[in-house]
């Protein structure tokens, strides 16, 4: 008889571990699906239960997805770990975050992807080798920016202990040894082993550090690259200049990329279309959702993806209307702008949301889809299709 794994899923918003402990496990019959509200109520579980992965959000009151995950390396080597973050950014992509037997995901994600991605976690049966070891201090400097914490990284190894300090997820200040400043920050990123500890609410007692979380990544996984090579080929005994594609290897190592920081170009209105036609794919990968449109404020549709029996030009048409209707009816009301409406039907929701001052989204939907999962995609994507968005 096959061995029954577990997965701890860890999130403060009811829908999402709603969503993933009915939907995640679809077709897994070895695989059961836990959960925890907090990260204090994953730890009493992970205390109780022996879990073979957990999945955590990162951004939570209290101990939140970088403790947890530091715990979970301290006390529990043998289980996985998977980082979820609603924070979207070019800087971090979850492809480049599979150092160890840690994986980085986006809200909102793709159910089928995720499931994927645990069956292969499983039977893999990769597990979470250690923070230092295992995970790059570049990885978990991230972790911190995307939780946006104020707080204190503590890195010791036998022979040394460097601080790193951050406020509302930027690094202001870092100490080792003698040096502070930059210079402390990537001599720390440097160690090799060691211990970490991270304590949130630890206020800098100074400011030495201005450039921006993804400069400074890229500077130090430079300095490591250099490091590393220059190391190789002393022992070597071979020609210390480094060959051009080092540094290529390298940023496929670390989720930073010098193009999403340094090329600022007007994108074309292909690009525009292509960008908004990713949006609504995001929304239609969303279990239950089949029809995605972009609707100018004057009915015509401007993009789509919908079911072969949707007609998209009637539903422009139909859906101006109500959104005209719905909209008026909070001015009228003295209740403000419209952020978002929902119609309910016996067959399922349509929802209404604006996208800038030219357009505006229906999402039409089964009636099993997680609307919460819908909201938080719809939340996340607004700006970036109205600024896409050509009228």
């Known amino acids: 008889m096959e061995k029954m794994k577990r997965i701890l899923v860890v999130d403060d918003e009811e829908d999402m571990l709603w969503m993933l402990q009915r939907k995640l496990n679809k077709n897994m019959t070895d695989v059961e699906i836990l959960a925890a509200h907090s990260g204090e109520e994953a730890l009493e579980i992970l205390a109780a239960t022996k879990i073979d992965l957990v999945i955590t959000d990162i951004n939570m009151p209290g101990i939140n997805g970088l403790d947890l995950l530091i715990e979970i390396k301290t006390h529990y080597h043998h289980t996985g770990v998977m980082i979820m973050t609603a924070y979207p950014s070019s800087v971090y992509k979850d492809k480049a975050m599979t150092n160890g037997g840690l994986r980085f995901i986006e809200k909102p994600f793709d159910i089928h992807e995720l499931r994927e991605q645990v069956q292969e976690v499983l039977s893999r049966n990769e597990r979470f080798r250690g923070v230092v070891d295992g995970i790059e201090l570049l990885d978990i400097v991230q972790f911190n920016g995307l939780s946006k ?10 022979e040394t202990e460097g601080m790193i300090f951050f406020k509302d997820g930027a690094v202001i200040h870092a100490m080792c040894d003698q040096e502070t400043g930059e210079n402390a920050f990537y001599k720390i990123i440097a160690f090799q082993g060691g211990t970490i500890e991270n304590m949130r609410g630890v206020e800098s007692p100074m400011v030495s550090i201005r450039k921006n979380i993804a400069a400074l990544l890229i500077e130090g996984a430079n300095r490591t690259d250099k490091s590393n090579f220059e190391s190789t080929s002393d022992k070597q005994n071979a020609d210390p200049k480094p060959t051009t594609h080092r540094h290529d290897r390298n940023f496929e190592k670390n989720p930073v990329s010098i193009q999403s920081i340094t090329k600022k170009t007007i994108p074309s209105e292909e690009e525009e279309m292509n960008k908004i036609e990713e949006i609504l794919s995001e929304f239609t990968n969303i279990e239950g959702v089949h029809t995605a449109c972009l609707v100018g404020r004057d009915g015509f549709i401007l993009n789509h993806i919908a079911r072969q029996n949707v007609d ?57 889809t997680n609307l919460g999962w819908v909201r938080l995609s719809i939340k996340k994507n607004a700006k970036t299709i109205a600024q896409n968005v050509s009228v």
């Open 149 to 158: 914490s104020t707080s204190v990284l503590r890195v010791k190894t036998d």
């Open 312 to 368: 998209p030009e009637m539903v422009g048409a139909i859906a101006s209307s109500g959104f005209g209707s719905a909209y008026s009816m909070g001015g009228q009301l003295g209740q403000g702008d419209l952020t978002m409406t929902m119609i309910e039907y016996e067959n399922g929701p349509v929802m209404f949301a604006p996208v800038g001052a030219e357009a505006f989204l229906v999402i039409v939907a089964d009636k099993e």
